[in-house]
T-cell receptor, first 115, second 115 residues
């Protein structure tokens, strides 16, 4: 069965610090997709990134970067020079195979950026 | 485009009452999903549908029923609400073509309280 573990329940940093959110996954499939979503205090879910199991290239988007390592089954998310607006709950999620049967989410990491 | 919409946004029920949550999407997506979000638990899949007239159980289906009579709508029913069903319910949809598979678009959520 698939599983996603976000061991960090809550992280608090001061603005402008770099912060990394950890995500470890378990799956038996060779084809799978990994995601990160952001849930700001307003409650909506915002899609950040999708990565498939055949693409281990790291990705950078502005202050955000993602490190995918199949050897350690991890898909970590780093925010560089954090800002107060980054305060949110961040979810890592996994979808196996063709992906029609939904996402398995981690329990989320609550990130607090203090001014 | 409205994307994914959910009706209602908030609802309070008494134990034993029934209700239906409506999810609508205008993106012509094949796949639709219902999740529930509880504190510290992340999102868990209740039911999903891969096309009009088809539904399937997710991780936590007990106490819920669903219907997909029209491609754009996905209904979630609670026949006899219980306090354990107090949660925030999210609907999502995604396309079924290869390039866009698995990127799920989420509705704003419905906050349900069962007294």
């Amino acid at each position: 069965a698939q599983k996603v573990t976000q061991a960090q329940t809550e992280i608090s940093v001061v603005e402008k610090e770099d912060v990394t959110l950890d995500c470890v996954y378990e799956t038996r499939d060779t084809t799978y997709y990994l995601f990160w979503y952001k849930q700001p205090p307003s409650g909506e879910l915002v899609f950040l990134i999708r990565r498939n199991s055949f693409d281990e290239q790291n990705e950078i988007s502005g202050r955000y970067s993602w490190n995918f390592q199949k050897s350690t089954s991890s898909f970590n998310f780093t925010i560089t020079a954090s800002q107060v607006v980054d305060s949110a709950v961040y979810f890592c999620a996994l979808s196996e195979g063709g992906g029609a049967d939904g996402l398995t989410f981690g329990k989320g990491t609550h990130l607090i950026i203090q001014p | 485009n409205a994307g994914v919409t959910q009706t209602p946004k908030f609802r309070v029920l008494k134990t034993g009452q029934s209700m239906t949550l409506l999810c609508a999407q205008d993106m012509n997506h094949e796949y639709m999903y219902w999740y529930r979000q509880d504190p510290g638990m992340g999102l868990r899949l209740i039911h999903y549908s891969v096309g009009e007239g088809t539904t399937a159980k997710g991780e936590v289906p007990d106490g819920y029923n669903v219907s997909r009579l029209k491609k754009q709508n996905f209904l979630l029913g609670l026949e006899s609400a219980a306090p354990s069903q107090t949660s925030v319910y999210f609907c999502a949809s995604s396309a079924s073509n290869t390039r866009r598979v698995n990127e799920q678009f989420f509705g704003p959520g419905t906050r349900l309280t069962v007294l």
